[in-house]
């Protein structure tokens, strides 16, 4: 049940964290022990986050990750030894089944958002699922793509809505925060994807570029619009990653954002 992924005690705020892409099993249990340790010492949910697959990149000959087989063998090995529930996207139905039998949460790519097979396939599994707003959906428009999960889904898993922003024009991203609470009076919890929202699509002409100086501002801002949970990617060298080099977060800098981040969550509880 999602509850018991996001709220195992009753927490302000859950964290879904890792690296955008599987580079290696060390990086990645490297990485979770980290952010747990973080997560733990803040009294926050804590949910690794990376990708088996980067099935949509700008580019034919950017790197996309080690593959189905071997990426859940480290996404497994993440779950086991640092303790913590995993999340992974998918991006086919013939993915989903074998999938779900290794993570908690399934995530639909913002791309893949209103793929009506996808979701299904996702609901039917009974795992959670974490359904990233396209760039080219209005918050409204993610009511469709729920109930396209919820209607299949036999056993409860739960499902989450993650803004990611929206596309501006060229190569721009921009996120409105009135958004937020429109997904939110879905019934679901919100997630605001910080990495993403601060992307500029191909901006780089064969990959994506970023302005991650604009990322502790704008998490702040969600947190305090009342987000449920924080979506970010962190990297030990954010400069030599393989995947959003330019949008990833510096491992070192995750610490402070938290601390900040969680004690806006805990102000805004005494807001009316």
Same mark, same amino acid.
């Given at each position: ?48 986050? *990376? ?42 139905? *013939? ?14 790519? *913002? ?113 305090? *619009?009342?987000?449920?949970? =924080?979506? =970010? ?24 954002? =938290? ?7 805990? =102000? ?5």
């Amino acid at each position: 049940m999602l509850s018991n992924l996001i709220y195992p005690e009753r927490c302000s705020l859950f964290i879904i964290a890792g690296p955008c892409v599987i580079e290696s099993a060390e990086q990645c249990l490297a990485i979770g022990e980290r952010v747990k340790k973080i997560c733990d010492r803040f009294g926050l949910a804590y949910i690794f986050k *990376a990708s088996f697959d980067k099935a949509n990149r700008s580019s034919n000959a950017s790197f996309r990750g080690p593959g189905l087989t071997d990426g859940l063998a480290i996404l497994e090995r993440v779950r086991k030894e640092v303790g913590v529930p995993v999340l992974t996207d998918v991006h086919e139905v *013939a993915q989903v089944t074998t999938v779900a039998k290794v993570v908690d949460v399934l995530q639909v790519p *913002a791309f893949l958002a209103r793929q009506t097979d996808l979701l299904q396939a996702c609901g039917q599994t009974g795992r959670a699922v974490n359904i990233k707003k396209g760039q080219f959906m209005s918050p409204h428009e993610m009511r469709n793509a729920a109930a396209k999960v919820k209607t299949t889904q036999t056993v409860d898993g739960g499902i989450m809505l993650t803004e990611r922003g929206t596309f501006f024009g060229y190569n721009r991203l921009v996120n409105d925060f009135t958004g937020l609470p429109v997904m939110r009076s879905f019934g679901h919890p919100v997630v605001f994807d910080i990495t993403h929202s601060i992307q500029q699509p191909a901006g780089l002409g064969n990959q994506s570029g970023g302005n991650p100086e604009y990322s502790p501002m704008l998490a702040r801002a969600a947190v305090a *619009a009342g987000v449920d949970g =924080l979506f =970010l990617e962190c990297h030990p060298d954010p400069k030599n990653a393989k995947s959003d080099a330019a949008t990833v977060m510096d491992l070192n800098a995750v610490e402070p954002l =938290l601390d900040q981040c969680r004690r806006i969550a805990e =102000l805004r509880k005494t807001w009316k």
